[in-house]
C-alpha cells in the first residue's frame, strides 16, 4: 500500500488483559516437589545464611544493653538459632506447611527493652548478673504473651478473622510486611557503603542479567546468586581488613565494616547444645507480660500477612484461614520454646527468606526443612556457626533491598483480582497504605527525637501497649483496610467482586479445593485427628 496509510488495527489477543492467575505457574519447583538433594542442600544453606542477618542483628543489639557481653552474645545467637530450627521445622510439618523459615521478631524489641530498662534492674552492679535477670525477665513475659498467639491459632478465633480478608486487604499487609522493612534496607548499607553496594550490584549482576547472557543449561547464577556473591564480597572486606583500610577509621565504621570485629568466634565455645531454662528461672511482671502479649500480637498479624506472601512464592493456592489458623498456633508454640530456651525474642516468619523464595524460582518444602538442619546443627557446632554470623552485617542488608521488595511486590500482585477502575477500591488501597506508612513515621520519629513515644505515663508497660502497634507499618495498614473493607457499601452486589472477594470464595473453607490438600494436609495420616475446617 502507498502512502502513509493507517496502521492496521491490533489483533485482538493483543488487546486482552494480562490473565488473573490464583498460583504463580513460573516457580521451578512448588511446595511438593523437591529439587535434586544436591541442589537442595546448597539451597537449604543459602537459606541458612540469609536467615542468620536477623539471628545476629538482634542480640547484637539487646544484649549489649542487658550487660552482657561477646560470649553472652554468642550463646544468645546460638540459641535464637537452635530454636528457630525447631520451630521451622514444626511450622513445615504441622503448621501452615509452607516453605516458611521462622526466624527473630523486630516487633518484640521495643517491650524487651523496656524491660531491660525497668528500675528493678538498674541498681545490679555486676554486669553478668543484670544480664542474667533481665533475660530471665524476658523469658517470663515472653511465657504469657505466646499464650495469645497459641489461644487465637488453635481456637479458631484468627481464622474468622482471615475469612474476611479480601484480596483488597491483603495488600496492604502483604505489601508493607516488605516494603515497610526498608529501614533496615539501604540505610543499613549505608554504615558501610564500600561493602553494601557492590553486594546489591553483584546481586542484579548474579541473578537479573548473567542467566539471560550466558545461556547455562539449568539456572545456576540466579537460583545460587546469594552464595556467589557473598563469598566475593566476603572475601573483598576481608582483604581490605587485612590490608589496613580501616586501621584508622571510627570505631562505627570499624565495627560495620571490618571481617573480625562481631567478637562471635572469640565468644563462642566448640560445641554446646542449647537447653531450656539456661538462665535460670523466668520472673513473671504483670504489666510487661500485657505490653509483650500485644507485641506478640502484632508479630502474628505481620506473620500472617508474610504467610500469605510465602503461599504465593512457593506457586500453591490462597492458604485457607483453617491453616493459617494453625500456622499461627505453631507460632505461639515457637514464641513459647524461644521463652523457654531464652531468645530474648518472639517467632516470626522470616521475610526475607520468604523474598529468597521469589529469587531463586524455588518454593520447594524439603529444601527449607534442610535450611533448618542447618542451623541446628551449626548452632551446636558454635564456632562454625560464628564464622558464618560474622558476615558483616552491610552485606545482609544489601539482600534484604531485594528480598523486602519481592515481598511488598507480591503484595501488589493480588491488586490483580481487585477492580482497579472502582473509586472505592481506590480509596481503600490508597488511605490504608498512606496511612500505614505515615502513622508510624510519626511514632518513629516523636521516638527517635524524644527518646520515648508519644504516649508517655508512668508506666512504661501501657506506652508498649500504644506504641508498639502504631509503630508497626503493616499492622496500622491492615487495621485501616480491614475495617473500611468490611464497612464501606457492604451489601452490594457490585462490591463484591470490585474487591476481589469471590477469587477467594473457593479457599475460605479447606475442602471446596481439592489442590488444598495437596499443599496443606498434615503429614502421617494426622488430618483424621485435625481436620481442617
Known amino acids: 500500500m502507498a ?42 544453606f543459602q537459606h541458612y545464611i540469609v536467615m542468620l ?75 553478668h548478673e543484670k544480664f542474667l535477670r533481665t533475660m530471665r525477665g524476658t523469658q517470663g513475659a515472653l511465657i504469657i504473651a505466646s499464650t495469645i498467639q497459641i489461644i487465637l491459632g488453635f481456637s479458631g478465633l484468627w481464622r474468622n ?71 566475593i564480597v566476603w572475601l573483598y572486606a576481608y582483604i581490605l581488613t587485612v590490608s589496613g583500610a580501616y586501621k584508622n577509621a571510627r570505631t562505627k565504621t570499624q565495627v560495620h565494616c571490618r571481617v573480625d570485629r562481631s567478637g562471635l568466634i572469640g565468644g563462642a565455645p566448640w560445641i554446646r547444645v542449647p537447653y531450656p531454662f539456661q538462665w535460670g528461672a523466668p520472673t513473671f511482671d504483670a504489666g510487661e507480660s500485657f ?33 493459617l489458623g494453625r500456622g499461627i498456633g505453631w507460632q505461639g508454640i515457637g514464641t513459647l520454646l524461644g521463652a523457654f530456651f531464652g531468645t530474648a525474642n518472639g517467632t516470626a516468619v522470616s521475610v526475607e527468606n520468604a523474598g529468597l ?25 558454635g564456632k562454625f556457626g560464628a564464622i558464618f554470623a560474622s558476615i558483616p552485617l552491610p552485606i545482609f542488608a544489601a539482600l534484604y533491598c531485594i528480598f523486602f521488595a519481592y515481598i511488598g511486590a507480591c503484595g501488589l500482585s493480588f ?23 505515615s502513622v508510624p513515621q510519626y511514632f518513629n520519629e516523636y521516638t527517635s527525637v524524644a527518646g520515648y513515644g508519644p504516649v508517655h505515663t508512668g508506666a512504661r508497660w501501657f506506652n508498649d501497649m500504644i506504641n508498639v502497634p502504631f509503630s508497626s507499618k503493616p499492622f496500622v495498614a491492615v487495621l485501616v483496610a480491614f475495617f473500611l473493607d468490611n464497612t464501606i457499601q457492604v451489601r452490594d452486589s457490585g462490591v463484591r467482586r ?28 494426622l488430618n483424621k485427628f485435625f481436620p481442617s475446617v
Open 498 to 525: 470490585d474487591r476481589g472477594y469471590h477469587w477467594w470464595d473457593k479457599f475460605r473453607s479447606f475442602k471446596t479445593d481439592s489442590r488444598s490438600e495437596e499443599f496443606y494436609s498434615l503429614p502421617f495420616n
Open 357 to 381: 523464595l521469589a529469587l531463586t524460582h524455588v518454593g520447594s518444602r524439603r529444601v527449607v526443612q534442610i535450611s533448618a538442619g542447618f542451623m541446628i546443627f551449626f548452632s551446636i557446632l
Open 291 to 323: 505490653a509483650m502479649m500485644v507485641a506478640a500480637f502484632v508479630a502474628l498479624v505481620e506473620s500472617s500477612g508474610t504467610f500469605i506472601a510465602v503461599s504465593r512464592y512457593a506457586s500453591a493456592t490462597m492458604i485457607p484461614p483453617s491453616v
Open 415 to 437: 491488586l490483580q483480582f481487585c477492580n482497579l477502575n472502582s473509586f472505592r477500591t481506590k480509596f481503600i488501597m490508597g488511605f490504608s497504605l498512606f496511612m500505614g506508612l
Open 3 to 44: 502512502g502513509g496509510g493507517a496502521a492496521p488495527p491490533p489483533k485482538q489477543e493483543e488487546l486482552q488483559p494480562h490473565q488473573v492467575k490464583d498460583q504463580l505457574h513460573s516457580v521451578s519447583y512448588c511446595i511438593t516437589s523437591p529439587p535434586p538433594w544436591p541442589e537442595a542442600v546448597i539451597l537449604g
Open 53 to 127: 542477618g536477623t539471628s545476629v542483628i538482634i542480640p547484637s543489639a539487646l544484649v549489649p544493653q542487658m550487660g552482657g557481653g561477646n560470649e553472652e552474645k554468642a550463646r544468645v545467637i546460638q540459641t535464637l538459632l537452635f530454636v528457630a530450627g525447631i520451630n521451622t521445622l514444626c511450622q513445615s510439618f504441622f503448621g501452615t506447611r509452607l516453605p516458611a523459615v521462622m526466624g527473630g521478631s523486630y516487633t518484640i524489641v521495643a517491650p524487651t527493652i523496656s524491660i531491660i530498662m525497668a528500675g528493678r534492674y538498674s541498681n545490679e552492679a555486676d554486669p
Open 161 to 231: 478473622v482471615v475469612k474476611l480478608l479480601s484480596p483488597l486487604s491483603a495488600v496492604p499487609l502483604v505489601s508493607l510486611a516488605g516494603f515497610g522493612l526498608y529501614e533496615l534496607g539501604f540505610p543499613g548499607v549505608a554504615k558501610c557503603v564500600e561493602i553494601g553496594l557492590p553486594e546489591i550490584i553483584l546481586m542484579l549482576i548474579f541473578s537479573q542479567y548473567l542467566p539471560h547472557a550466558v545461556h547455562a543449561a539449568k539456572p545456576v547464577f540466579d537460583r545460587f546468586s546469594v552464595i556467589f556473591t557473598i563469598a
